[in-house]
């Protein structure tokens, strides 16, 4: 074995990698300098122009660029896409601040304090303008990926990181002398279509794909892979840079992939502690020092880069801040994460390198530009971040009272990972306590046989919920029945929500579902929700919610909504809610008061009849979720009783819900007010 220097052994180097990158992170965190900095660092140390330890090699930039583009896609995936479109003004006015400051500045400096050319001066400020999110994993680590700011940073992005990559494509199509208006058609051509393939194309395989490989895990993994890479491509033939292609994918597969579900949990666990630090070491792997103090030039282009890039960038930042009103610590968040430049900088000054138009010194100080501002971005956002996060925490609302704890009952092994992933959308994430599946058998001879067998079957349902990083605690009862073995762990747990699977088969007209349920429904107040989950929750279009009259006055009206509105969030499917006026009116005055935000339309009928009709309206993927009450509540009403029939007989391609919301039992006393209010409007 050859342990010469630099290391050549594939098994050595790729050791070595990965020991830096456990290593100097939590080496680092002792001292509260972000793992991002270390590795950068880590990357000088051994590359080439280091202790040459390590050749920058093409393993190291194929991993180097898979973490690249993971950063972007990780990025379009994560955002809040309702607040990117409620934000998308912001977006393109911070996007072209963020450009027209620095490339402006930086030509004029360019131009008349370095006497560069035109072309070479505009060249070189474009370093300035782009900028890459490398201090994202940070903002996500914090929670803080749907902050406003983070949200207009990212869109910004899109919009200067585009721009800049347009004007290159000008300047090296203008010194080859091709810019007619050929050139300009083709160009908005190839844009329109590779935009239209990624954002409506790829959507629509990908619904499909998860469809066909809903318990093939690994091999979603492998096709969200496929995608990243095949945007990217599509890009580059576009003539855009690789990194734009991959936020449209993570935009693209947004609404598909959602964030509690172990599909996103793999994709950022394999990100931030593979290919995104990967992508860290090499571009330390750049930085030549020695070059850059012994050559006159390139230090005076460093020094004027050094400078000008944070200060244009700050300058973006705060224009932005005064504008919209932003506070100090976001328009510090702003700052910190634009002001790192990576890998648009490197596509500039590479391009520009190869045409003649910039020298070496021009690359040696895009490379300490590099680095350098990626320490600036880097420390600015985690010193932020974590002040901005600790402020938040203190202004979140509790959404509810007390903390959810989810029952899931298993019958059939068939539904066991669609109700477990359900429950995991509908926790909120600001509880801690675990989703607890729940295996009821008969109290007979073979009590411990089935309990073992149940068991058994439960276990990898488990593994599956439990990589999404939800705490998930089995629980077996033995009982005279299944409905009292469920309504004990109900009250042992303190359970506040029940999700049940359903065969939609009603067998005598005298039960709503059967016999398990309805003496559920009968002998608990708290919220119970039957389902029948035809499509992978994932591919949900949109979520059809029908509502009675009097929902608003029962007593588990806003914790309803806010489980509806969390399934949207983690499914990125708008709502349509369908409900008499007065009650829409205070639907709306609910859903706009709380958080998260939505996409919501609200539709009027005229009775709750009109279900069995609606069917012509619906799409394949939509779901329908409709609010139920108990006999002799508030919101009851006699057609109620025939909903579950209805969808049992009209629906069968669609995904259902029934909730029957925590609500005063007949037993219980209805507060006067309420009572009185109930009857001002008697008809659904």
């Known amino acids: 074995m050859n342990l010469t220097l630099p290391f050549e052994e594939p098994v050595l180097i790729f050791t070595l990698v990965l020991l830096v990158i456990l290593v100097v992170p939590i080496m680092l965190k002792k001292f509260n300098i972000p793992g991002i900095v270390g590795l950068i660092v880590a990357g000088v140390i051994m590359g080439p122009n280091g202790f040459h330890i390590l050749e920058r090699d093409a393993s190291i930039v194929l991993f180097g660029t898979v973490g690249l583009l993971y950063i972007m896609f990780q990025a379009g995936l994560e955002i809040d896409m309702i607040d990117f479109k409620r934000y998308k003004v912001r977006s393109v006015v911070f996007g072209t601040l963020t450009f027209i400051i620095p490339i402006t500045v930086g030509t004029l400096v360019f131009l008349y304090l370095h006497d560069y050319d035109i072309k070479p001066a505009i060249l070189l400020a474009s370093m300035f303008a782009p900028h890459t999110l490398l201090a994202y994993p940070i903002i996500s680590r914090l929670g803080l990926s749907k902050n406003e700011a983070v949200t207009i940073t990212i869109g910004g992005t899109l919009i200067t990181d585009t721009a800049v990559l347009f004007v290159l494509a000008i300047i090296i199509n203008s010194t080859k002398g091709t810019t007619d208006a050929v050139f300009w058609i083709v160009m908005v051509l190839k844009m329109i279509a590779f935009v239209g393939v990624v954002l409506w194309l790829f959507p629509q395989i990908a619904k499909w794909m998860f469809k066909q490989l809903e318990s093939e895990k690994g091999a979603q993994?492998?096709?969200?892979?496929?995608?990243?890479?095949?945007?990217?491509?599509?890009?580059?033939?576009?003539?855009?840079?690789?990194?734009?292609?991959?936020?449209?994918?993570?935009?693209?597969?947004?609404?598909?992939?959602?964030?509690?579900?172990?599909?996103?949990?793999?994709?950022?666990?394999?990100?931030?502690?593979?290919?995104?630090?990967?992508?860290?070491?090499?571009?330390?792997?750049?930085?030549?020092?020695?070059?850059?103090?012994?050559?006159?030039?390139?230090?005076?282009?460093?020094?004027?880069?050094?400078?000008?890039?944070?200060?244009?960038?700050?300058?973006?930042?705060?224009?932005?801040?005064?504008?919209?009103?932003?506070?100090?610590?976001?328009?510090?968040?702003?700052?910190?994460?634009?002001?790192?430049?990576?890998?648009?900088?490197?596509?500039?000054?590479?391009?520009?390198?190869?045409?003649?138009?910039?020298?070496?010194s021009a690359l040696n100080g895009a490379v300490v530009l590099i680095l350098s501002s990626s320490l600036v971005s880097s420390l600015s956002t985690e010193k932020v971040g974590k002040k901005l996060a600790i402020l938040e925490s203190r202004r979140k609302p509790d959404l509810s009272q007390k903390p959810d704890k989810i029952l899931v009952p298993i019958g059939n092994p068939k539904t066991i990972e669609r109700l477990l992933d359900l429950a995991v959308m509908l926790?909120?994430?600001?509880?801690?306590?675990?989703?607890?599946?729940?295996?009821?058998?008969?109290?007979?001879?073979?009590?411990?046989?089935?309990?073992?067998?149940?068991?058994?079957?439960?276990?990898?349902?488990?593994?599956?919920?439990?990589?999404?990083?939800?705490?998930?605690?089995?629980?077996?009862?033995?009982?005279?029945?299944?409905?009292?073995?469920?309504?004990?762990?109900?009250?042992?747990?303190?359970?506040?929500?029940?999700?049940?699977?359903?065969?939609?088969?009603?067998?005598?007209?005298?039960?709503?579902?059967?016999?398990?349920?309805?003496?559920?429904?009968?002998?608990?107040?708290?919220?119970?929700?039957?389902?029948?989950?035809?499509?992978?929750?994932?591919?949900?279009?949109?979520?059809?919610?029908?509502?009675?009259?009097?929902?608003?006055?029962?007593?588990?009206?806003?914790?309803?909504?806010?489980?509806?509105?969390?399934?949207?969030?983690?499914?990125?499917?708008?709502?349509?809610?369908?409900?008499?006026?007065?009650?829409?009116?205070?639907?709306?005055?609910?859903?706009?008061?709380?958080?998260?935000?939505?996409?919501?339309?609200?539709?009027?009928?005229?009775?709750?009849?009109?279900?069995?009709?609606?069917?012509?309206?619906?799409?394949?993927?939509?779901?329908?979720?409709?609010?139920?009450?108990?006999?002799?509540?508030?919101?009851y009403n006699s057609n109620m009783d025939y909903v579950p029939r209805v969808l049992s007989k009209d629906y069968k391609e669609n995904s259902f819900i029934v909730v029957y919301p925590e609500q005063y039992s007949e037993h219980q006393t209805v507060p006067v007010k309420q009572a009185s209010m109930a009857y001002e409007e008697k008809e659904i």
């Open 221 to 360: 993994y492998l096709f969200v892979l496929t995608v990243i890479f095949a945007a990217a491509f599509l890009s580059e033939l576009a003539g855009m840079e690789a990194i734009i292609g991959a936020f449209l994918a993570g935009l693209a597969l947004n609404p598909l992939i959602p964030h509690t579900s172990p599909l996103m949990n793999r994709i950022e666990f394999v990100g931030n502690n593979i290919f995104i630090p990967f992508f860290l070491i090499s571009t330390g792997m750049l930085v030549d020092l020695k070059t850059l103090f012994t050559d006159t030039n390139a230090m005076l282009i460093a020094a004027t880069i050094i400078v000008l890039s944070p200060l244009t960038k700050y300058a973006a930042a705060f224009f932005t801040q005064k504008v919209f009103g932003f506070s100090l610590l976001q328009r510090n968040l702003i700052f910190g994460l634009s002001s790192a430049h990576a890998a648009a900088t490197l596509a500039v000054v590479l391009a520009g390198y190869e045409i003649g138009l910039l020298g070496e």
């Open 427 to 635: 926790k909120n994430p600001l509880h801690k306590a675990p989703i607890y599946p729940l295996a009821v058998v008969i109290d007979n001879e073979h009590a411990e046989e089935e309990i073992y067998k149940k068991n058994k079957m439960l276990q990898e349902a488990i593994t599956h919920a439990s990589a999404t990083d939800n705490d998930v605690q089995l629980v077996s009862k033995i009982d005279v029945n299944v409905a009292s073995g469920i309504l004990r762990a109900i009250k042992e747990l303190m359970i506040t929500e029940v999700i049940l699977g359903w065969n939609a088969k009603i067998t005598t007209s005298n039960r709503i579902f059967g016999s398990v349920l309805d003496n559920l429904l009968s002998n608990t107040d708290e919220m119970i929700l039957v389902c029948k989950l035809i499509q992978p929750l994932n591919t949900t279009g949109r979520l059809v919610v029908i509502v009675p009259t009097n929902a608003e006055l029962e007593r588990g009206f806003l914790r309803w909504i806010r489980a509806v509105k969390l399934l949207s969030t983690q499914l990125g499917a708008p709502i349509i809610f369908r409900a008499r006026r007065r009650t829409l009116n205070k639907l709306k005055q609910a859903v706009n008061s709380s958080k998260p935000a939505v996409e919501a339309t609200y539709q009027q009928y005229t009775s709750l009849n009109e279900i069995a009709n609606m069917k012509s309206e619906l799409k394949k993927d939509d779901m329908v979720v409709v609010i139920s009450a108990r006999k002799k509540t508030i919101s």
